[in-house]
């Protein structure tokens, strides 16, 4: 993959610029990278806190050559590259939650957001990542959960080999991905990095009722089979779940 990054010292939310980027024409492997987002956006319609230098504020277009069905693995390879990343630069054991949060200890270090949006060269799906840096500013409400890079290794970590190591993992799963079988082969991947895959007890709280029950694994399109107390089972797609914890 070619990649072209455009960096801003401050910018509203990089997902925002590289979904334009895209709308213009924007090849993949555009990155747009921020040191400061003033309107940080996460799941849910949620905020993302995006102090300057906190973070790693992170968007990249890809414009995958895959049957429609296949498009929500986009979350689940980007969550792998992720994984793949903080492994290999800072040796932080890490975990997938399904369906793309990356945790430490039961803390979560980084959020993607995927957006899609159709253009003159057919669709592009924009996968936003955020990477704490640093923890000395989070909030109250957040700082029981989340951990940063810097909290793992007691060292701040060099944000270019970061995105290095980042787009070097995010281009290998790509090919994978785009490859002979790839759906697959990202389905297994993740399910080796997360132990939300299999035999996880959870609580999923959809648009009309909360569930319990125990994971099951993926489905091909990358939705979590629940198992309910009753034996049904129960597939959850990533766009259905407000919330999904372990218990
Ligand atoms: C989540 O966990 O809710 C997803 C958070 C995604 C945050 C990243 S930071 C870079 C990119 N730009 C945004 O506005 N959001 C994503």
Request: aromatic share 8%; charged share 25%.
């Amino acid at each position: 993959m070619n990649f072209t990054i455009l960096r801003f010292d401050e910018i509203d939310s990089t997902n925002t610029e590289a979904l334009n980027q895209a709308k213009r024409g924007a090849n993949e492997g555009l990155c747009v990278v921020a040191r400061q987002q003033t309107a940080g956006r996460g799941r849910m319609g949620r905020v993302w806190i995006s102090e300057k230098d906190a973070g790693l504020f992170f968007s990249i277009v890809l414009r995958p050559p895959l049957e429609t069905r296949f498009l929500p693995l986009v979350t689940l390879m980007s969550g792998t590259a992720v994984h793949d990343t903080l492994e290999t630069l800072y040796n932080i054991d890490c975990d997938i939650k399904w369906v793309n949060d990356v945790y430490v200890a039961g803390k979560k270090i980084c959020g993607i957001l995927a957006e899609t949006t159709e253009t003159t060269n057919g669709p592009a799906v924009v996968v936003g990542i955020g990477i704490n840096l640093k923890s000395t500013n989070f909030p109250p409400e957040i700082s029981a959960t989340a951990t940063s890079i810097e909290a793992e290794t007691k060292q701040l970590p060099n944000v270019e080999a970061l995105l290095q190591k980042l787009t070097f993992f995010l281009s290998e799963y790509c090919e994978l991905f785009y490859g002979a079988g790839g759906a697959e082969k990202i389905r297994e991947e993740w399910t080796k990095r997360s132990s939300y895959a299999f035999g996880k007890r959870v609580r999923v709280m959809l648009e009309n009722e909360t569930i319990h029950g125990t994971t099951r694994g993926i489905e091909a399109n990358g939705a979590l089979r629940v198992e309910l107390d009753s034996g049904e089972i129960r597939t959850v797609h990533a766009g259905d779940v407000e919330n999904l914890r372990s218990f």
